[in-house]
């Protein structure tokens, strides 16, 4: 099965500071997304990549995902409060229902 | 769009007892739904794949018969947690696809069940 390993597992930082967050896979990836979750509440979609060396932004968080489609990183430049949560990285299945497994995720805490 | 509502949002239940989860995709339909369980602190781990008109597809480890998965209609599907006790407490949440496969999952805000 696939595995993806997140780090740091936590993080704090001073609001304004950049960030990265990083997601390795144990197989190449089919996908990926990114998402960001509010701990006790749904998820919120932030980006996907499939290509090998695709970079996304959205706002202030840029994602890129590797040649080898095997790491991933999640930048957010300039960070504000509102940013704080989880934010967990999955992996697409190349399977019929490409299902859908998540990394160990990342606990973000930005301090005003 | 892609409206993903889920229902209860929590339920507190006797150990022993079922206790019904709903998953509706509100403004498209979902062949299929994922059903996702999550720890306290932890990541969301995959339990089973719910097609509509068929049955559940489960992960290994996930019994079957403990957590029942109905997929009735297009924009419904539903996990059931029989005979409930205190270990089966936690944080369900389910997702489903708009249209094709690439597309991204849109997630339920989540159901925590407690068993006393």
Known sequence: SQELEQSPQSLIVQEGKNLTINCTSSKTLYGLYWYKQKYGEGLIFLMMLQKGGEEKSHEKITAKLD??????????????????????CGAVNSGGY??????????????P | GAVVSQHPSWVICKSGTSVKIECRSLDFQATTMFWYRQFPKQSLMLMATSNEGSKATYEQGVEKDKFLINHASLTLSTLTV??????DSSFYICSARVGRAGSPLHFGNGTRLTVT
């Open chain 1, 67 to 88: 040649e080898k489609k095997q790491q991933s990183s999640l930048h957010i430049t300039a960070s504000q409060p509102s940013h704080a949560g989880i934010y967990l």
């Open chain 2, 82 to 87: 029989t005979s409930a006790h205190p270990e």
């Open chain 1, 98 to 111: 490409q299902k859908v497994t998540f990394g160990t995720g990342t606990k973000l805490q930005v301090i």
